[in-house]
């Protein structure tokens, strides 16, 4: 019984202790103004892809060949392309399809890669070496290189590139998920838990897994703008998003052959994917520091 109240007390402590770790975290972030401006930036364009139906002037797929590759104007703000669709429509409605890739790949990649790094961590021996082994071998691949080859043998579209860039993710998550296994799993409230009888399974994801959601948090972050940006290249040559889909490396891939008489065909979408990654670059150094404990202020 005895046992049984210092481990509850144990957790509980553990738990009122991440409850102050994360108002300092959501305190120090709010300090931090390149954080707060990417965030805010994050927000718009999240506002702008849900809201697309609305938002957007024109229909991104509506064709007027009366109009082909018209420069910025108050009718189209952004111009329109080579078959007279409005570019500013098709923009708005490429924040929807690249966020959403970039969200899900991470998904992917995280919820793999942590169930993968923890299972590795908490039970070591043979079970973490060839884990271990599997993720080098993925990591021997540059990361737009591995993508290219499973969409290769998926095929092109936008599902498969989520599949492909998350598989992608999947080694970085694993690693760092089993670093802060290893560490976890020796503390006093983890053996309390096991001295109370605790499943393997509810040590890992009760216990465990909350102490390693930080880090993956952040490295997720930053892993969205990767996301993003490998997406679009495999759109770019041609085997993720498919024409017409509004999708920015897609409209970039178009936008190429008239480089020299319709700047803002290449202009708009290649700027609205680096706002993005900066964006998104810049919430994620902030959350990165808040979270370290040596850069607080």
């Not at 849900?50 to 797929?61: G, K, N, Q």
């Not at 290219?148 to 599949?163: K, S, Y």
């Not at 680096?274 to 994620?284: D, E, K, R, S, Y």
Request: glycine share 10%; with cysteine.
């Amino acid at each position: 019984m005895a046992d049984t109240v210092s481990a509850h007390a144990t957790t509980l402590g553990a738990e009122t202790a991440r409850q102050s770790q994360s108002a300092i975290v959501a305190r120090q972030l709010r300090r931090n103004r390149m954080a707060m401006i990417g965030a805010a930036l994050l927000v718009i364009e999240v506002v702008l892809a849900v809201a697309a139906p609305v938002v957007a002037p024109y229909d991104p797929l509506s064709q007027d060949f009366t109009v082909p590759l018209q420069a910025p104007s108050a009718a189209h703000l952004f111009g329109t392309d080579d078959v007279g669709r409005d570019l500013l429509s098709r923009v708005i409605f490429g924040a929807r399809i690249s966020l959403s890739v970039g969200f899900i790949a991470v998904a992917i990649g995280a919820g793999v890669g942590v169930v993968l790094g923890i299972i590795s961590g908490y039970y070591a021996g043979a079970i973490d070496t060839m884990l271990m082994r599997l993720t080098d071998l993925l990591l021997a691949f540059p990361g737009l290189l591995l993508a290219l080859a499973i969409v290769a043998v998926l095929g092109p579209g936008l599902f498969n590139v989520m599949i492909a860039v998350g598989v992608g993710g999947v080694p970085v998550f694993t690693r760092l998920s089993r670093a802060s296994t290893l560490t976890t799993r020796e503390r006093d409230y983890i053996l309390a838990a096991r001295s109370i009888g605790c499943t393997d399974r509810r040590i890992m994801f009760g216990y465990v897994l909350p102490n390693v959601i930080p880090p993956i948090i952040v490295v997720a972050t930053l892993g969205i703008a990767g996301a993003i940006l490998t997406a679009a290249s495999l759109s770019f040559i041609g085997v993720g998003a498919q024409p017409p889909t509004p999708e920015w490396g897609a409209i970039l891939t178009l936008a190429r052959q008239y480089l020299q008489q319709a700047w803002w065909f290449t202009v708009f979408p290649g700027a609205a994917i680096m706002v993005t990654v900066l964006a998104i670059n810049m919430f994620g150094d902030g959350l990165r520091d808040a979270l370290d404990p040596k850069l607080r202020t």
